[in-house]
């Protein structure tokens, strides 16, 4: 119990560091990543850990909530940012106000971590509110140049949309179920206590959708996707990298947790499916036009957002094989984490050092970069989902998983997508590592060791993952079960 | 501005900002707190920026002071909850370190009038930084 | 009764269209500040009752008894809610001015249809 400490520490780190340099951005993330991985451990034992603040119990009081799924989402985030941290003492040296820098990746991770941590509906949308606004500042960093503030104002508006239609969400639940706790209304829908006067299934499912399509902006689902291959190659890298890798599974966090704490009749499993097979389709078939290495890898998250959603369809169907679904579409959230984290890490890489993102400019920059060129094939190979890595493992076990609960079609359309992807990927590493280098690009080194490090970390996770997965298969199933684990929620936020 | 503006403002300020120490010391016990105080604190300042210009009140009440003081008012909260979670095991716990005293005093709920006098200085240094920054820009294009 | 509501609907509508449809970036933050507080007055709404008293204890209420004041107040929750949502909405608000004054900076002019420099 006492491990939910670490929750302070996210939030001293989020406030103390408008004076802080990079250190204490970087020991900050170390030491929330050593609570996280803390509060993993103790949720594998079984018992979900509830912190409640200033002593009130919920339904009155504010709770945070921490069970397997918590738990490991939230080890994910903080790995990536601190990866990212320590990345960032390199990439950004020479950048103005870095003071800034840090205290809003602080607040980020702190935004983040509450959003995920709590079990309140309404604070959910705080911290969301605070992760966005930061995210915000973050992608209008290089706030001299055009690019990054267009795109920050079209994140701005088009995120500040989503939470307000959160909030109307929200606002709705509130009206019909009178309370915001996420236990709480759980526990109350499924007593269907409804306050009087209320038609409890319109507003519920009015709300839901409200609610979903908020997060579903949050998450870059198919028609609200267009914000991000606009703001993700406009941030500095190491942004992009944390943008990427966990702003959007935020997104999915919330949907997951929302959809199976709202029970509705409605077929949702199909409708999921055709968004997330629209959702892919749309990332990887606009991802082969690029010739924006940034811009690229953020059509690519899109599409690996599709296969997460595939798998949360597949979840709802129940059974073996939802479970199955859910753990293996948990297991792509931290694979795809890993492997987008790294690759945008390594554009980074590139792109400080050849200062351009345009692919025909870049061609060849592999053999400059020996070190960079060998990081860039495990991870493009690992998210093009080549065998000895880790996005094989959860891309081949989502096909499985779509295919027993009998979803043949979708099942297809995912394998002709992961196929359309190989090929752009390949195209990628064509130009970048096997053609011979452009005479411009000569005077090309490899980045100093500080940003080497994380890139190095992230892509021996891949190799790990890969030939290894036993461990982190038995913790997104345990987070899989967790999160179906209804009853053992309610119960330890309430008791 | 003209003589009118400026005598008003000089004689409205120190009663705004009377006003906003009443509410966020009794923030606990009436309508009120913090937020609103510091949002009086702030625009007693900026009715000062409109009567006298920014140079004058930013003679006195400079930009980096406002960003410390913003620091300060979020330490104070960040270690009162602190406080709370030592002696009462519970983030934000209201523990009885403080002076309890009886209902309608001044000094009787404990945390909360440390918490309004730290959200009093966030917001309100806050809420002038941002006018500050916003006013910048204007003087830069003249 | 269900006044407030059409008013907010209204407001919504009014902020979406502003978002959806106006060419000047000023105008947009004006819509997502119409759209937002149009959310925030729903939220007042929920809460209010006809002839409600303030959600306050004071000395009179503990002469009347505590049974009548709790069916007597409004109730509290929603305003805590909104004035939270309010502050988040003034940082939003305050983020994308400071965008559109960098933006006004670079490109001297606030309308979109000139601002496009991101490929599509």
């Keep these: 119990m006492p491990l939910a400490a670490g929750v302070v520490l996210i939030l001293l780190g989020a406030y103390t560091s408008p004076r802080c340099q990079a250190s204490v951005a970087v020991g900050a993330s170390a030491a929330t990543m050593a609570m996280s991985l803390l509060l993993l451990r103790e949720t594998l034992k079984g018992g979900i850990i509830v912190h409640k603040m200033a002593g009130w119990s919920a339904p009155v009081g504010i709770i945070l909530v921490v069970d397997g799924f918590n738990a490991f989402i939230a080890s994910i985030i903080v790995g990536v940012v601190l990866a990212a941290a320590v990345f960032s003492i390199g990439y950004m040296r020479g950048e103005t106000s870095?003071?800034?820098?840090?205290?809003?990746?602080?607040?980020?991770?702190?935004?983040?971590?509450?959003?995920?941590?709590?079990?309140?509906?309404?604070?959910?949308?705080?911290?969301?509110?605070?992760?966005?606004?930061?995210?915000?500042?973050?992608?209008?960093?290089?706030?001299?140049?055009?690019?990054?503030?267009?795109?920050?104002?079209?994140?701005?508006?088009?995120?500040?949309?989503?939470?307000?239609?959160?909030?109307?969400?929200?606002?709705?639940?509130?009206?019909?179920?009178?309370?915001?706790?996420?236990?709480?209304?759980?526990?109350?829908?499924?007593?269907?206590?409804?306050?009087?006067?209320?038609?409890?299934?319109?507003?519920?499912s009015v709300s839901l959708?409200?609610?979903?399509?908020?997060?579903?902006?949050?998450?870059?689902?198919?028609?609200?996707?267009?914000?991000?291959?606009?703001?993700?190659?406009?941030?500095?890298?190491?942004?992009?990298?944390?943008?990427?890798?966990?702003?959007?599974?935020?997104?999915?966090?919330?949907?997951?947790?929302?959809?199976?704490?709202?029970?509705?009749n409605v077929d949702f499993a199909f409708a999921v499916a055709v968004f997330s097979v629209l959702t892919m389709t749309v990332g990887n078939v606009m991802?082969?036009?690029?010739?924006?290495?940034?811009?690229?890898?953020?059509?690519?998250?899109?599409?690996?957002?599709?296969?997460?959603?595939?798998?949360?369809?597949?979840?709802?169907?129940?059974?073996?094989?939802?479970?199955?679904?859910?753990?293996?579409?948990?297991?792509?959230?931290?694979?795809?984490?890993?492997?987008?984290?790294?690759?945008?890490?390594?554009?980074?890489?590139?792109?400080?050092?050849?200062?351009?993102?345009?692919?025909?400019?870049?061609?060849?920059?592999?053999?400059?970069?020996?070190?960079?060129?060998?990081?860039?094939?495990?991870?493009?190979?690992?998210?093009?989902?080549?065998?000895?890595?880790?996005?094989?493992?959860?891309?081949?076990?989502?096909?499985?998983?779509?295919?027993?609960?009998?979803?043949?079609?979708?099942?297809?359309?995912?394998?002709?997508?992961?196929?359309?992807?190989?090929?752009?990927?390949?195209?990628?590493?064509?130009?970048?590592?096997?053609?011979?280098?452009?005479?411009?690009?000569?005077?090309?080194?490899?980045?100093?060791?500080?940003?080497?490090?994380?890139?190095?970390?992230?892509?021996?996770?891949?190799?790990?993952?890969?030939?290894?997965?036993?461990?982190?298969?038995?913790?997104?199933?345990?987070?899989?079960?967790?999160?179906?684990?209804?009853?053992?929620?309610?119960?330890?936020?309430?008791? | 501005m003209s003589l009118i503006v400026k005598t008003v403002s000089r004689m409205l300020t120190p009663v705004m900002l009377l006003v906003a120490a009443y509410i966020i010391l009794h923030g606990h016990i009436t309508h009120g707190g913090g937020f609103q105080g510091g949002v009086l604190v702030a625009c007693a300042f900026i009715l000062l920026i409109i009567a006298f210009g920014i140079d004058y009140v930013e003679a006195k009440v400079s930009f980096s002071f406002g960003q410390a003081f913003r620091s300060l008012g979020a330490t104070i909260i960040i270690i009162a909850a602190l406080v709370g979670m030592v002696f009462g095991f519970w983030f934000f716990k209201n523990v009885g370190v403080y002076p309890y005293g009886f209902p309608g005093e001044v000094f009787s709920a404990g945390s909360l009038i440390i918490y309004n006098l730290g959200e009093m200085a966030n917001v309100s240094a806050s809420f002038l930084v941002a006018f500050y920054f916003l006013i910048r820009f204007r003087r830069r294009r003249k | 009764m269900n006044f407030p509501y059409v008013v907010c609907v209204f407001l919504i509508m009014i902020g979406l269209y502003c978002i959806l449809c106006k060419r000047n970036l000023l105008k947009i933050i004006l819509g997502l500040i119409i759209l937002s507080d149009g959310v925030n007055l729903f939220f007042i709404a929920l809460g209010y009752k006809a002839g409600g008293v303030p959600p306050i204890l004071h000395g009179e209420t503990f002469k009347h008894g505590l049974e009548s004041f709790y069916t007597a107040a409004v109730d509290p929750l929603p305003q805590a809610f909104v004035l939270t949502a309010i502050v988040i909405s003034m940082g939003v608000v305050t983020a994308a001015l400071a965008l559109a004054v960098k933006i006004y900076q670079l490109y001297g002019t606030l309308e979109t249809t000139k601002i496009r420099r991101l490929k599509h």
């Excluded at chain 1, 606009?230 to 966990?246: E, Q, T």
């Excluded at chain 1, 709802?316 to 890993?338: E, K, Q, R």
């Excluded at chain 1, 400059?368 to 093009?384: E, H, Q, S």
Aim: aromatic share 10%; charged share 10%.
């Design chain 1, 98 to 204: 870095l003071s800034y820098y840090y205290a809003l990746v602080m607040l980020m991770l702190g935004g983040m971590m509450g959003v995920v941590l709590t079990g309140d509906l309404f604070n959910l949308f705080v911290f969301l509110e605070v992760m966005s606004i930061s995210a915000y500042g973050l992608v209008a960093f290089r706030s001299y140049e055009m690019e990054p503030l267009e795109a920050g104002f079209k994140y701005l508006v088009m995120g500040g949309t989503a939470t307000t239609i959160v909030l109307l969400g929200v606002a709705l639940i509130y009206g019909a179920v009178g309370t915001v706790n996420l236990a709480d209304i759980a526990c109350r829908l499924r007593d269907g206590g409804f306050l009087p006067g209320v038609s409890g299934s319109l507003v519920l």
């Design chain 1, 209 to 264: 959708a409200l609610l979903v399509t908020g997060f579903g902006l949050k998450a870059a689902i198919f028609p609200f996707h267009t914000w991000l291959p606009d703001a993700h190659p406009a941030a500095p890298s190491s942004i992009s990298a944390i943008l990427s890798g966990v702003v959007i599974k935020v997104g999915i966090y919330a949907l997951f947790r929302i959809l199976f704490i709202i029970p509705l």
């Design chain 1, 287 to 495: 991802a082969m036009f690029q010739t924006d290495i940034k811009r690229l890898l953020a059509f690519s998250s899109i599409a690996n957002i599709g296969y997460i959603l595939l798998a949360l369809s597949v979840g709802f169907g129940g059974g073996a094989y939802g479970v199955y679904g859910l753990t293996s579409g948990l297991l792509h959230v931290l694979n795809h984490a890993i492997m987008k984290a790294l690759l945008f890490l390594t554009a980074g890489a590139i792109v400080h050092a050849a200062g351009t993102r345009n692919l025909e400019e870049l061609v060849g920059v592999g053999h400059k970069m020996k070190a960079t060129a060998v990081i860039l094939v495990i991870g493009v190979l690992a998210i093009a989902g080549v065998p000895p890595f880790n996005g094989f493992i959860s891309e081949f076990s989502i096909l499985l998983a779509a295919l027993g609960a009998g979803m043949g079609p979708f099942a297809a359309l995912m394998l002709a997508n992961i196929l359309l992807a190989f090929s752009y990927y390949l195209r990628l590493l064509y130009i970048l590592v096997w053609q011979a280098p452009k005479e411009s690009l000569s005077m090309i080194r490899d980045p100093s060791p500080s940003m080497i490090l994380p890139m190095g970390v992230l892509a021996s996770l891949c190799i790990v993952f890969g030939v290894w997965p036993q461990p982190v298969l038995a913790l997104s199933h345990h987070a899989a079960l967790s999160l179906l684990n209804l009853n053992g929620y309610i119960a330890a936020s309430l008791g």
